[in-house]
């Protein structure tokens, strides 16, 4: 850690609202929730040398060696911070971020714990507030029930979708994949991405409570069904 220690932005709060005026050169603000070992985030942030990249990740020796990747790289642009996604009002001000990258997140396979996969309405609420109008949310996993279940979900709190495929590797390997994805591709898994776009329609925290999730028990990303019994359990 101590190696990589400059990359890392300790109190996160102190900067809600001026990340950008923080960082010379920078136009723009992207943020990944659970970058996992850093293979999506060093490789994108590397492309993108005027945008501020804040990685964040809550597995602390994941996060090591992300950082340590970037820093292998020489990369300017890229952040990190332990926070979880249920802080980013604190971390953030309205309309401050420009995109949001949600990778292979916990399906949360049992319908009591669908209020906690990062795609669920409370979640996408707290995004709606953090994004600036026209701002997106680019979405990938290999787990088909929850990625239908998130367009569900999205559509239904007024994102608009776009680049929807449940095949998007069929033709070959398209954009920048992060470690788990190189891995199931490899393995011959299909991975699902969408695009989420806030438009004026989007719901943000101020839309009253969320609605109550039933029945929302999937399929977990290696193809095994719960039971119904096992799902409520």
Same mark, same amino acid.
């Given at each position: ?18 990340? %950008?005026?923080?960082?010379? =050169? +920078? ?6 929730? *659970? ?15 005027? /945008? ?31 926070? !979880? ?9 309205? =309309? ?9 997140? @916990? ?14 309405? *409370?979640?996408?609420? %707290? ?39 449940? @095949? ?10 992060? @470690? ?16 989420? /776009?806030?438009?004026?329609? /989007? ?14 028990? %999937?399929? !977990? ?11 409520? +359990?």
């Amino acid at each position: 850690m101590e190696r990589v220690a400059e990359l890392l932005v300790e109190e996160p709060e102190a900067l809600r609202g001026r990340w %950008l005026a923080e960082e010379p =050169g +920078a136009e723009k603000l992207y943020v990944e929730l *659970g970058c996992g070992k850093g293979r999506f985030t060093v490789e994108t942030a590397a492309a993108l040398s005027r /945008t501020l990249y804040l990685a964040i990740e809550r597995v602390p020796d994941a996060m090591i060696l992300a950082m340590e990747r970037a820093r292998e790289r020489g990369l300017k642009n890229v952040r990190f911070m332990d926070r !979880d996604a249920v802080k980013l009002p604190e971390c953030f001000a309205p =309309g401050e971020i420009d995109r949001l990258y949600i990778n292979f997140c @916990d399906p949360w396979p049992k319908s009591r714990d669908a209020k906690l996969r990062l795609t669920a309405p *409370g979640f996408l609420r %707290l995004y709606a507030d953090a994004l600036k109008e026209g701002g997106q949310i680019h979405f990938k996993t290999d787990n088909t029930p929850l990625f239908d279940w998130s367009a569900e979900q999205m559509e239904a709190e007024g994102w608009a979708l776009s680049e929807l495929t449940h @095949d998007l590797h069929g033709e070959g390997p398209v954009g920048v994949m992060t @470690d788990y994805e190189a891995k199931f591709y490899a393995e011959g898994m299909s991975i699902n991405r969408l695009v989420a /776009t806030k438009t004026a329609a /989007t719901k943000g925290t101020a839309a009253g409570p969320v609605p109550r999730l039933r029945g929302a028990s %999937l399929v !977990d990303a290696r193809g095994y069904e719960q039971s119904a019994k096992e799902s409520e +359990a």
